[in-house]
């Protein structure tokens, strides 16, 4: 792990899973998860994050800014924030197991 990245970082950069039906497909036809993560995060973060907390091997790792959209609020136009997704593509044989790794 790179020194600029620091243990207290990373356990910080993912915010939650993001599973939706097309996540789901995703991660059984090709072992990719999604995450949503901070907005300052890179891919090689990313990757020491997932490997730190979840003790799997990263095979890739993409990652996506989604741009808020355009919303009324009470009659007066406004946006919702924008978010960064990361997909994490795991190496052949590994898993994530979401409530083991929320007992720990």
């Known amino acids: 792990m790179n020194k600029a990245h620091g243990k207290e970082r990373l ?3 993912l915010l939650a899973p993001h599973v939706t039906e097309k996540t789901a497909l995703v991660q059984q036809s090709s072992n990719q998860y999604t995450f949503r993560v ?3 995060a890179t891919r090689t973060e990313v ?3 997932v490997e ?3 003790n799997v091997k990263v095979e890739g790792v993409q990652v996506v800014n989604e741009i808020g959209k355009a919303r009324r609020f009470g ?3 406004g946006r919702t924030q924008d978010s960064k997704k990361a997909y994490v593509r795991l190496a052949a044989g590994q898993s994530i197991d979401y409530e083991a ?4």
């Open 52 to 54: 730190l907390m979840f």
């Open 47 to 49: 990757r020491a994050a």
């Open 38 to 40: 901070r907005r300052d």
């Open 75 to 77: 009659g007066r136009p």
């Open 11 to 13: 356990m910080n950069l």
């Open 101 to 104: 790794a929320g007992k720990v």
